[in-house]
């Protein structure tokens, strides 16, 4: 069910700042650096392995990501699995009492479908799962 870490989210004040660190003395390599969520958020993408790290910095201060960094400072904010099939995977948490924040996937941008599960159901960590875009050749 669950394929492998497809991302860990930090959320930063600032990239260019958080990238000080992550690049250049952990030495990090940056694939490239989007706006995501209709710009209320930029997200850098650095690759490790078969995941990535993503930066993520609100644009918006009325963003979940930006009451998170106000309240609890920088830090991990969320982690996020690959699942073969995501509606099975809600359909099993809602089975188990789990409390999703999203009990329907959103569709992004790009159309990956993803959801987020309250971090009250999973001992205090955001979990995002995603699922792959079906590709031809698979
Ligand atoms: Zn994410």
């Known amino acids: 069910m669950i394929a492998r870490i497809d991302h860990i989210g930090?959320?930063?004040q600032n990239i260019n700042d958080a990238l000080a660190f992550f690049q250049d003395a952990l030495g990090m390599k940056l694939e490239r650096v989007e706006s995501e969520e209709g710009g209320r958020t930029q997200v850098a993408f650095l690759p490790v392995g078969a995941s990535d790290v993503e930066l993520v910095e609100p644009q918006d201060a009325d963003s979940g990501l930006a009451k998170f960094l106000a309240k609890r400072g920088e830090g991990v904010h969320h982690?996020?699995?690959?699942?073969?099939?995501?509606d099975a995977a809600l359909a099993r948490l809602t089975e188990k009492g789990a409390q999703l924040i999203d009990e329907t996937p959103r569709v992004n941008a790009k159309g990956m479908r993803y959801a987020f599960i309250h971090p009250k159901s999973a001992h205090g960590v955001l979990i995002?799962?995603?699922?792959?875009?079906k590709?031809?050749?698979?």
């Open 135 to 138: 590709t031809e050749d698979q």
């Open 128 to 133: 995002e799962l995603y699922q792959r875009p």
């Open 79 to 86: 982690i996020c699995f690959e699942v073969d099939d995501i």
């Open 10 to 12: 930090i959320a930063v």
